[in-house]
Nanobody, 121 residues
């Protein structure tokens, strides 16, 4: 059974930082495509970043490029999203996700429960 548990959200002022974590069980995160998504009320879900499996490339949405860093701790089978210089428009529920294949073109099959990030101006 694959399970993703994301955590680390909270409330910060603009310009602050947060680190989100996603503990994964039942699948080896370094072998498959993994990603972070976010969704604000009334808006569509947005992909924030992804990393392809087996040493694949890392891609970021333009809105977070240069501010967010997506990393993987293979030994702990855990994903991280380090968020710096946060802006009010970053406010959303954040979700980690994993695919079933190394290539991200296969899509995402498993999702965390979400962790709320709120950035005040």
């Amino acid at each position: 059974q694959v399970q993703l548990v994301d955590s680390g959200g909270g409330s910060v002022q603009a310009g602050g930082s947060l680190r989100l974590s996603c503990a994964v069980s039942g699948i080896t995160v370094s072998r498959i495509c993994v990603g972070w998504f976010r969704q604000a009320p009334g808006k569509e879900r947005e992909e924030v970043a992804r990393i392809g499996g087996d040493g694949g490339s890392t891609l970021y949405a333009d809105s977070v490029k240069g501010r967010f860093t997506f990393s993987i701790d293979s030994a702990a089978n855990t994903l991280y999203l380090q968020m710096e210089s946060l802006k009010p428009e970053d406010t959303a529920m954040y979700y980690c996700a994993a695919g079933a294949r190394a290539y991200c073109t296969a899509g995402f099959s498993y999702w965390g429960q979400g962790t709320q990030v709120t950035v005040s101006s």
